[in-house]
């Protein structure tokens, strides 16, 4: 009982940090179509909103490791992106503009906490699922 209550507790948190980062981006990617390369980097905040959108639907709907996994991995990095774009100027790669942006704002703070936020609640997932996993196997075999 206690690892159902941690699980969704762990799972609506990583759901809502999806959710917020996918507002953030989604609400910031208009001012970011005037960074180009191939593609721009409001394209890129597109991008990354719908994906953030689908998993934490896949988070809350799914409920399996493949679906945290990708929750988890996206925000993760996601995050590193936010810092290395923030700390280092990468330059343009290949088709993705030069994002270097060495500045901290509000949006850019929200997203990063709410992929934290979803990192740790992957860490509890993940290895929930992983039990999750071993002791279906185990009711297969016993059967």
Known sequence: MA???LEWTARVLAA???AVDAYVHADLAPQYDVVKATVSQGDLFRIEAALSALAALLVLVWRRLPADLFGWLLAAGGFALIVIYRYVDVG???PVPDMYEPVWFTEKWVAAVAQLV????????IPLDLLAMRARRHRRTVR
């Open 3 to 5: 690892n159902r209550a």
């Open 16 to 18: 809502a940090g999806l």
């Open 92 to 94: 343009k790669l290949g």
């Open 118 to 125: 979803t990192v740790a609640a992957g860490l509890v997932l």
